[in-house]
């Protein structure tokens, strides 16, 4: 829908729009339904993929390193390791113990 409501394409736009509206949909409550299966990990990934445009010659990787970017999986990581981070210096309502056990 971003793209083709925006006429105006420039990737710093087209990057700021995804960082707003499109990539907190993705990442909603990661830390309960993270994806074990690798298709839909991709299929996660290509949402961002094909956000990043005008780089078209580039692979998935430099296209996020160039816009400076981390996969979503990447992200989903830092984002577990926050929240047993959270449960440690009990910041959260679930205890570490109870986790463990």
């Not at 006429?7 to 409550?29: D, F, G, N, Q």
Request: glycine letters at 0%; aromatic letters at 8%; hydrophobic letters at 35%.
């Amino acid at each position: 829908m971003i793209r083709t409501a925006i006429t105006y394409k420039e990737p710093k736009i087209m990057l700021s729009l995804y960082k707003t509206l499109v990539r907190p949909h993705a990442e909603y409550c990661c830390c309960v339904w993270n994806q074990s299966y690798k298709k839909d990990k991709e299929l996660l990934e290509k949402i961002q993929h094909r956000m990043i445009i005008n780089m078209r010659e580039k692979t998935h990787e430099e296209r996020l390193k160039s816009s400076g970017l981390w996969t979503l999986e990447e992200r989903r990581n830092r984002q577990d390791i926050i929240e047993v981070f959270k449960m440690y210096r009990s910041y959260s309502s679930v205890a570490l113990h109870e986790l463990l056990r």
